[in-house]
T-cell receptor, first 113, second 114 residues
């Protein structure tokens, strides 16, 4: 019973393609997040959603479009992929906006070639 | 603005040595939470500890211990008698309620050699 699950775990694609990463949490949490971890291991917030509403968009290019069809899902769609998008993307959830503890998915390693 | 600084980029120790990972945080908020996560080579983020700003008691869990000092805005992590399996990247992190994000330090890569 994985609390926060992301698919796929690995994604290799060519420049210019469009791809999606899916995230689901079965914890009944209200708040979900996407984080990006670059090649130097820096982890940074990209988006935060609370009750399906976008709360934070942390200067992410508009090629990245998160979609939250319901509170349990937060998918990340990326258009026109670029080499610099190669990274590990982590989905996370927390019970509410207080975010006293975030639960992280296993990460999706995206490689753009 | 909030910030987390982990000044040690990499640390290398020999098995059974003790090692301390430093973390300094910045926030003007009086209520906040501090975390440590472990990221082993397999890549997942493993939660280690959460400490709220009103609880300055140190914590010990097996070989792991944490020293939280508000006076110096530090939340240091010590591994006693390190083991090869402790080799990982360790992240210190800060959450301010209502901030809708976790702010991570840059991470400290720990190598434990047999």
């Amino acid at each position: 019973d994985t609390a926060v699950s992301q698919t796929p775990k690995y994604l290799v694609t060519q420049m210019g393609n469009d791809k999606s990463i899916k995230c689901e949490q079965n914890l009944g949490h209200d708040t979900m997040y996407w984080y990006k971890q670059d090649s130097k291991k820096f982890l940074k917030i990209m988006f935060s959603y609370n009750n399906k509403e976008l709360i934070i968009n942390e200067t992410v290019p508009n090629r990245f479009s998160p979609k939250s069809p319901d509170k349990a899902h937060l998918n990340l769609h990326i258009n026109s992929l670029e080499l610099g998008d190669s990274a590990v993307y982590f989905c996370a959830s927390s019970q509410d906006f207080l975010n006293t503890e975030a639960f992280f998915g296993q990460g999706t390693r995206l490689t753009v070639v | 603005a909030q910030k987390v600084t982990q000044a040690q980029t990499e640390i290398s120790v020999v098995e059974k040595e003790d090692v301390t990972l430093d973390c300094v945080y910045e926030t003007r908020d009086t209520t906040y939470y501090l975390f440590w996560y472990k990221q082993p080579p397999s890549g997942e983020l493993v939660f280690l500890i959460r400490r709220n700003s009103f609880d300055e008691q140190n914590e010990i869990s097996g070989r792991y211990s944490w020293n939280f000092q508000k006076s110096t805005s530090s939340f240091n992590f010590t591994i006693t008698a390190s083991q090869v399996v402790d080799s990982a990247v360790y992240f210190c992190a800060l959450v301010v309620p209502g901030g809708f994000k976790t702010i991570f330090g840059a991470g400290t890569r720990l190598f434990v050699k047999a």
